[in-house]
């Protein structure tokens, strides 16, 4: 036997002994459950020489397992703590969704108030201005109220002076007048007394008012006596005296003259 010979005898036997081997864990594994857990074989290698005769080693049947207890139901624990996660799981989402709604509120909130706050102010800086708006209209008013007092107290003296002026004006033209117009009527009354002619029947004391109309330049157009203490003679004299006293004297001042020339005769006794 050659040397290659003797070789060969024993690779077959040790191939032999791994398909043996292979054999039965795979024996084993079908044979028992998945959860059995697979024990290892014990085995006994015999070292072989060239010369030696190859002896399959025995291969040890493993010692029978128990069979493993069921594993319990947990499936209601599961689904107990499933929707206990869920629970918890949907309240962390309900407290996020309060917590965004309550912090979204306390925003609006927070701007509902900046808002009023800021209405206030603008409220308040537009009473202010109205307030120094009326104040300065009032002060304004009082202003042109105090002129126009002190304008009605100018416009009063002025109105007083001038008046005091008119007034005093015309006391020195009435008075120039009356003057003007005593000393016409006196003319007259002169020129008419240097016409009449005493009659028989006059008395001493003689007063009668005489109503003379006349016309510009002073020509008699009408007497008529009045009252008199005098007899109808009398009367008649007079009469003959103013229109043989006809025209009348002209009036110093033509502003005096007058066509009803009234006048007290008086002859002198």
Same mark, same amino acid.
């Given at each position: %036997?050659?040397?290659?010979?003797?070789?060969?005898?024993?690779?077959? %036997?040790?191939?032999?002994?791994?398909?043996?081997?292979?054999?039965?864990?795979?024996?084993?594994?079908?044979?028992?459950?998945?959860?059995?857990?697979?024990?290892?074989?014990?085995?006994?290698?015999?070292?072989?020489?060239?010369?030696?005769?190859?002896?399959?080693?025995?291969?040890?049947?493993?010692?029978?397992?128990?069979?493993?207890?069921?594993?319990?139901?947990?499936?209601?624990?599961?689904?107990?703590?499933?929707?206990?996660?869920?629970?918890?799981?949907?309240?962390?989402?309900?407290?996020?969704?309060?917590?965004?709604?309550? !912090?979204?509120?306390?925003?609006?909130?927070?701007?509902?108030?900046?808002?009023?706050?800021?209405? !206030?102010?603008?409220?308040?800086?537009?009473?202010? !201005?109205?307030?120094?708006?009326?104040?300065?209209?009032?002060?304004?008013?009082?202003?042109?109220?105090?002129?126009?007092?002190?304008?009605?107290?100018?416009?009063?003296?002025?109105?007083?002076?001038?008046?005091?002026?008119?007034?005093?004006?015309?006391?020195?033209?009435?008075? %120039?007048?009356?003057?003007? !117009?005593?000393?016409?009527?006196?003319?007259?009354?002169?020129?008419?007394?240097?016409?009449?002619?005493?009659?028989?029947?006059?008395?001493?004391?003689?007063?009668?008012?005489?109503?003379?109309?006349?016309?510009?330049?002073?020509?008699?157009?009408?007497?008529?006596?009045?009252?008199?203490?005098?007899?109808?003679?009398?009367?008649?004299?007079?009469?003959?005296?103013?229109?043989?006293?006809?025209?009348?004297?002209?009036?110093?001042?033509?502003?005096?003259?007058?066509?009803?020339?009234?006048?007290?005769?008086?002859?002198?006794?």
């Amino acid at each position: %036997m050659t040397h290659n010979e003797r070789n060969v005898i024993p690779v077959t %036997m040790a191939l032999l002994l791994h398909v043996i081997v292979f054999g039965s864990l795979v024996f084993a594994f079908d044979f028992r459950s998945r959860a059995t857990p697979a024990v290892p074989l014990a085995l006994t290698a015999t070292l072989v020489t060239d010369n030696a005769v190859v002896i399959p080693p025995r291969v040890e049947e493993p010692p029978p397992q128990p069979d493993p207890e069921p594993e319990p139901d947990t499936s209601e624990q599961d689904r107990i703590r499933a929707e206990e996660q869920k629970r918890l799981e949907d309240a962390r989402v309900e407290q996020e969704r309060l917590d965004r709604i309550r !912090k979204a509120e306390e925003e609006a909130e927070a701007e509902r108030q900046r808002q009023a706050l800021a209405e !206030k102010r603008r409220q308040e800086e537009e009473a202010r !201005k109205e307030r120094e708006r009326l104040a300065a209209e009032r002060q304004r008013q009082e202003e042109i109220e105090r002129q126009r007092r002190e304008n009605e107290r100018l416009r009063a003296e002025a109105e007083a002076a001038r008046q005091a002026e008119l007034t005093a004006e015309s006391n020195r033209l009435e008075a %120039m007048q009356a003057n003007a !117009k005593a000393a016409y009527v006196y003319a007259i009354q002169q020129r008419i007394q240097s016409r009449w002619v005493k009659p028989p029947t006059a008395i001493a004391g003689i007063e009668c008012i005489v109503n003379i109309r006349q016309l510009p330049g002073g020509e008699v157009v009408d007497v008529s006596i009045g009252r008199c203490n005098g007899d109808a003679t009398v009367r008649r004299s007079i009469e003959t005296a103013v229109y043989q006293a006809s025209p009348l004297p002209n009036p110093p001042d033509p502003s005096v003259f007058d066509r009803n020339i009234v006048l007290e005769f008086r002859p002198r006794d």
